[in-house]
């Protein structure tokens, strides 16, 4: 089995938030802290490390007491590049990849994930909520960096497309839907009873 220690979470805060109006997601207010605060919080009791991808207003997200790295590539190129920054900069062995605007986080996301990728065989293990991947809910082995770093020297910027290129397995968490709930809009936000 996979230690805790042996992985470090990479929070991902690095879009540009368009359906948001351009406001950084992360630094929203959330239960008397930020969203990504309450995120890191969440995910900190299950993994050995935490680094956080962000693009911008990085001196406020290292107010956070973890590394911020930035994308290797310029200009917003998604969660790929975001990925290739933490497999680059981590230390330990896999690399757990969540986003920073899904507040609700199970105690036992990085567990499942890293069962799920053991049993398989696997270099990378994808969550997958009973209808559709939740692509950005993942568990990747060291050993895939080349070849991101050669899709993405491609010009691959597809998530999905690119999980195919690896070992990879999905691990079911349809008995927790919530887990995939994310703001992406100003209402979403309101919903959540944070706007």
Sequence with gaps: MIDRQDITALVLAGGKSRRMGGKDKGLLPFADETLIGHVVKAILPQVGSVLISANRNLEEYQRLGFPVIADPLDDFQGPLAGFLAGLEEMRTEYLLTLPCDGPFVVANLAQRLAAGLTAADAEIAVAQDGQRLQ???????????????????????????WYPRNRWVTVDFSDVPAQFSNINTPEDYASAGRG
């Design 135 to 161: 692509p950005v809910y993942a568990l990747l082995h060291r050993g895939v960096v080349s070849d991101l770093r050669q899709a993405l020297e491609q010009g691959e910027r597809k998530i999905d497309r």
